[in-house]
């Protein structure tokens, strides 16, 4: 019996082990930014900005970044009359605003992904997780109450919401907010005080030139201006001045024994000597012997009626007073 030659063929399987590295989900929290402007200034007419911080905190695959597109809504019910993002007291607001940089220049915003929609978009922030595969980054609010508001009311005003908003997935060539995961923040609170509050200036009150024998009355008037905050009541009362013999004014001739009696008055007919005044409402010194007034945030403008009564003047050169005038608030 012939043999015959086999061929053994044999199958070697050749298993490949493809090991695939899965990315980690990344997972981020977001906190508050709740900030104070305090007592708000609004007479002086300029902004008053403020600042807060907040945190973000993330967590997924080593040595990959995070894109953080976070949103500043306009806020949950304290919107101004047009829309604006305002603090409100009632029916009463302070226009304010969040920026992304300290210049105040760039607008912090939302796209309406989490929180309503307001300005042209949010603020991007890339958070590298290193090799522990987690990070967090403190973030910096610049806020302002706009300028020109001197006509807002005296009270405490306050504006809340949910923002800050987060969209935030790892960097791709997506931009700002496409994609990613949401999360928003426990909610944030701004206030502010708007306390009553006056300014005054004076113009001088000049008689000019007179003769030493001063035979009928000389007159001459000067202004008092009051700035106050809006619906303010207040009072502005003068004291007698610095050479005063009782309550008879006297202007004096630099630092000698000669004087020259003149008379500040509330009216132009100059019946009603003007007094010092202690209370907001009402002159204490008696009716017309102060100015009332009640603020509105502008220039209010009151007006000094003074008299040289006839006299004789002891001596020649430059007579002067000066007379405190207070506002009370």
Do not use: H
């Not at 976070?70 to 019910?77: D, K, L, P, T």
């Not at 008037?221 to 009541?233: E, F, G, H």
């Amino acid at each position: 019996m012939l043999s015959r030659p086999f061929c053994r063929l044999v199958l070697y399987i050749i298993c490949f082990c493809c090991l695939t590295e899965f990315a980690n989900a990344q997972s981020c929290t977001i906190g508050a930014a709740s900030g104070s402007f305090g007592t708000a200034d609004v007479l002086a007419g300029t902004s008053i900005p403020s600042t807060t911080t907040f945190s973000v905190s993330c967590s997924g695959t080593a040595n990959r970044t995070v894109r953080l597109c976070i949103e500043m809504g306009r806020g949950a019910s304290a919107a101004g009359p047009s829309g604006e993002r305002a603090l409100t007291s009632g029916a009463n607001f302070l226009d304010f605003e969040f920026y992304s940089d300290s210049a105040r220049t760039q607008m912090w915003g939302s796209w309406g992904s989490i929180v309503t929609a307001y300005g042209t978009g949010g603020a991007s922030f890339d958070l590298a997780l290193g090799s522990t595969g987690s990070a967090n980054q403190t973030i910096t609010v610049y806020a302002a109450i706009l300028a020109s508001q001197t006509t807002a009311v005296p009270a405490s005003y306050s504006w809340n919401g949910s923002s800050p908003g987060l969209v935030y997935g790892y960097v791709s060539a997506s931009v700002c907010p496409t994609g990613g995961s949401t999360t928003t923040s426990s909610g944030s609170t701004w206030t502010a005080t708007v306390a009553a509050n006056c300014n005054i200036s004076t113009s001088a009150l000049n008689f000019g030139s007179v003769s030493s024998t001063i035979a009928s009355n000389v007159d001459a008037s000067a202004t008092v201006t009051a700035k106050c905050t809006n619906t303010t009541p207040y009072s502005i009362g003068l004291d007698n001045g610095a050479n005063a013999s009782g309550a008879q004014r006297r202007v004096r001739l630099a630092a000698t024994a000669n004087f020259v009696n003149y008379n500040l008055y509330t009216d132009s007919a100059r019946s009603n000597a003007w007094k010092t005044s202690t209370a907001t409402t009402s002159c204490t010194g008696g009716a017309s012997t102060c100015a009332l007034g009640t603020g509105t945030g502008s220039n209010q403008s009151v007006t000094v009626y003074g008299r040289i009564p006839p006299q004789t003047a002891t001596a020649a050169g430059l007579f002067t007073d000066t007379v405190v005038v207070t506002v009370t608030f």
